[in-house]
């Protein structure tokens, strides 16, 4: 009898990406085999987002297309999590019938029992939010289980946040910040080295307060947490590891000890994701975000004085209730003082249960539109004026797969997190490998690099993600 196999459909951030790829090795450790596609699979599971309405308008599309698929073979089903089935619970099973189960951000272990009672016809819905940490022990990944992200991994380091900014959803689809205890984290970065990993991304939703909680309450030592940076430093000595990323942290967490951290660990890549969402205090004070801008380019400053060379790149809203022209001209003001090497920016989007949803002062979506266009506008000049800075630089890519760019080219990131594009002599390089370039080119979006060559002890490795569906590496954003 052959195995039940199963395709994942994935959106939203590294976060949902991350947790995709333990609902994967879940899976595989439950007999399950990947697809080659959504038509040969038995169970297609959709993990969701919902940091922004068009995230959720895009899974209830979805919702009816997999709808006609199910009606297309004997035996199928369809389970949704991640952060729209956190919000909406049984709703999604009331609204589409052809949804078998409905899981939450805290339950993905429960993700391989719901499968098999709704092959039974049994349909369910746990959105429970679990504060144990009992919910992080999941087994190691399964060796059949597709290696998503070759030279790379994802590791949680908490999840949840407590800051309830008037324009967020998180905590109530993520919850209440916990922290893993250090030593698991350590142990399963030392797991990933020696599975041939040399990039680790730490993850959080806001990953620089990890163990804050646990340390207010006097239970470090129980839980067996460490400060962020004394984790950061553990981590730095494992064998194996070249690169550290962390995202996303929040302005108000950065410490001495963090800052420091970007001067003295060798391992630490010289790029900072650090969220702003607005240059303007009144709109800072109405997001509930508890920093200045003066005090967030003060931060800037710390950084840089720490690591000069360091790319600071941010996440802005445009639009926000009560949002007036002098406060967008604002954030394009300190978006030209701070220099940002990139930032995503998206206009203001109303979340279900958020304080923002009750503030006055609606901007119009012409108004919205036309800022997010100036600002986006002056990003592009900024970061093209970045990457001509830096024609001539040598750099060492870790490839991450074939380029957008087509052509049969290879991409990859530099320590500051650039997409480079390799134009020659990349032939024998694959997925996990890292190259050794020069820059030679600059454009909007990337860098091109020249005279790549493959270094020592590069191991091929295979496999696609493609649209979302579990098939292994999918190309460089």
């Known amino acids: 009898m052959q195995r039940p196999r199963y395709a994942l459909r994935t959106y939203g951030c590294q976060m949902n990406q991350h947790d995709s790829e333990k609902l994967a090795s879940l899976l595989h450790h439950a007999g399950y085999g990947l697809a080659p ?13 919902s940091i922004r309405d068009k995230a959720e308008h895009k899974l209830y599309s979805d919702l009816g297309v997999l709808s006609a698929w199910k009606r297309g073979g004997e ?16 709703r999604i099973l009331k609204r589409f019938p052809a949804v078998d189960f409905v899981f939450g951000t805290h339950n993905l272990k429960l993700v391989p029992a719901m499968a098999s009672a709704a092959f039974e016809g049994r349909r369910s819905v746990d959105v429970a939010e679990r504060r144990s940490l009992d919910r992080f022990e999941l087994p190691e990944r399964h060796p059949d289980c597709p290696d998503l992200t070759p030279g ?5 380091v908490m999840e949840g946040c407590d800051m309830f ?5 998180v905590p109530t689809t993520r919850g209440r910040e916990i922290s893993r205890p250090g030593e698991w984290i350590i142990s399963e970065v030392e797991a990933a080295a020696r599975r041939g990993v040399s990039e680790v991304t730490l993850l959080g939703q806001t990953v620089n307060a990890y163990g804050r909680q646990e340390a207010r309450r006097g239970h470090a030592q129980k839980v067996g947490t ?3 940076a004394d984790l950061l430093a553990r981590l730095d000595a494992i064998p194996g590891i070249e690169r550290i990323r962390y995202t996303s942290p929040h302005p108000i967490f950065f410490d001495e000890a963090l800052i420091e951290a970007h001067a003295s660990l060798g391992s630490l890549c010289p790029h900072v994701h650090l969220p702003l969402q607005s240059g ?6 109405r997001m509930r975000r508890r920093y200045s801008a003066r005090s967030y380019v003060a931060l800037v400053q710390a950084l840089r004085r720490a690591r000069p060379d360091v ?11 009560g949002e007036t022209e002098a406060d967008f001209e604002a954030t394009l003001s300190l978006v030209e003082e701070v220099g940002f090497v990139d930032h ?7 979340r279900p249960g958020t304080a923002a949803g009750a503030l006055d002062g609606e901007v119009g979506p012409d108004v919205a539109q036309e800022r997010l266009e100036r600002l986006q506008d002056a990003q592009r000049r900024l970061t093209l004026d970045y990457h001509r800075s830096r024609v001539g630089d040598k750099a060492r890519v870790l490839v991450e797969g074939q380029s957008r760019r087509g052509n049969g080219q290879w991409a990859g990131r530099d320590p500051y997190h650039r997409v480079v594009n390799l134009v020659s002599g990349a032939k024998s390089v694959c997925p996990g490998a890292f190259v050794e370039v020069e820059i030679v080119e600059a454009t909007p979006h990337s860098l091109i690099g020249e005279d790549a060559c493959a270094m020592p002890e590069a191991s091929p490795r295979e496999g696609l993600w493609i649209e979302g569906v579990a098939k292994g590496v999918g190309s460089p954003a």
């Open 280 to 285: 303007s205090d009144r709109i800072l004070e």
């Open 165 to 169: 900014c008037s324009f967020c959803i």
């Open 311 to 321: 790319a600071i790149t941010t996440d802005l809203i445009v639009g926000f209730p």
């Open 226 to 228: 460490l400060p962020f």
């Open 344 to 350: 995503y920016s998206f206009k203001y989007s109303p």
């Open 75 to 90: 035996g199928r089903a369809i389970g949704v999590g991640g952060c729209v089935a956190q919000q909406e619970g049984d």
């Open 152 to 156: 790379r991994a994802w590791i949680t």
């Open 37 to 49: 596609g959504e038509d040969e699979a038995d169970l297609v599971l959709v993990n969701t987002c």
